[in-house]
């Protein structure tokens, strides 16, 4: 039953991540209040807002929901009742169903050009933008869904569609926008390579994550999951929107965007 309940250490996490993501926010937004390039601060500011809003409502105990499910059988000495439940943090979901937009846009818009052109090139780069943006909301999502689901078969289901929605976000910031920002010049490559392989690496985290906690085989207790999300949301909110805003920064001030074009990598 303890397991249905938030303890102490969730809520002391889920206040570091709260005071975490606040001072993270301004940060971010004091860093690029003076840019040429300002939505950058903006995006990382809103970006840290969103997530210390939903964390201190998980402080607060009002973004958790106990999913239970009632079996009832026929007995010899009566009726006997099976039930399953366990504690989710949805609010958790509704943190990355709009952040993690925020933060690919963020990324792309370091990769693609300004769609500020007309014709087929603002098609295309509008065409990724959507693609990606799609893919990502749906992989939060089907993972929400998995994450409610008490039967074993839906919940591996909706968690495989959403790793193939995720491996979607990942062939195109990968592939195409990676090219893109290859064209634009050795600093911005550079800059693009740096913050996507950064948030690949630590966006593989969650599934991973996802898979061993309570919402998936139960490996690892919830205590144990909320740490280990705090820690990696702050890093990846946080830390990723303080790199972002100062490697444009650093951009800006350089003139990299004019530089040669840079030939992409495999």
């Known amino acids: ?24 926010a301004f940060v971010i937004y004091f860093l690029g209040a003076k840019m040429k ?22 402080a607060f105990g009002q973004g958790d929901v106990v999913v239970s499910k009632a079996t009832l059988a026929i007995t010899p000495i009566g009726v006997g009742a099976d039930v399953n439940a366990e504690l989710v943090y949805w609010a958790r979901y509704l943190d990355w169903v709009f952040t993690t937009p925020l933060l690919l846009i963020g990324l792309m818009t370091v990769g693609l050009k300004a769609l500020s052109t007309t014709g087929e090139v603002v098609r295309e780069r509008a065409a990724l933008v959507g693609g990606v943006i ?3 909301v749906l992989m939060i999502l089907t993972g929400l869904f998995g ?16 790793c193939g929605f995720f491996l979607a976000v990942l062939v195109l910031i990968w592939g195409p926008i990676r090219a893109a920002a290859a064209e634009q010049g050795a ?14 690496v630590l966006w593989f985290i969650y599934p991973v994550l996802w898979i061993l906690g309570t919402e998936g085989t139960g490996t690892i207790s919830l205590n144990t999951e909320v740490i280990v999300f705090t820690i990696i949301d702050l890093a990846a909110k946080v830390g990723f929107g303080i790199l972002l805003v100062v490697g444009v920064k650093k951009l800006d ?3 990299a965007g004019s530089s040669a074009p840079a030939a992409a990598t495999n």
């Open 37 to 58: 390039e300002r939505h950058h601060a903006i995006t990382g500011f809103f970006v840290c807002a969103i997530a210390a809003c939903m964390y201190l409502l998980m």
């Open 1 to 24: 039953m303890s397991d249905l309940m938030q303890t102490s250490t969730q809520e002391t996490w889920l206040w570091i991540g709260t005071i975490g993501m606040a001072i993270g």
């Open 134 to 136: 799609g893919a990502d």
């Open 187 to 200: 600093g911005v490559a550079a800059l693009y390579g740096k913050l996507l392989g950064i948030l690949t």
């Open 147 to 162: 994450a409610l689901s008490l039967n074993d078969n839906h919940k591996y289901v909706w968690f495989a569609i959403s």
């Open 253 to 255: 001030t350089a003139g």
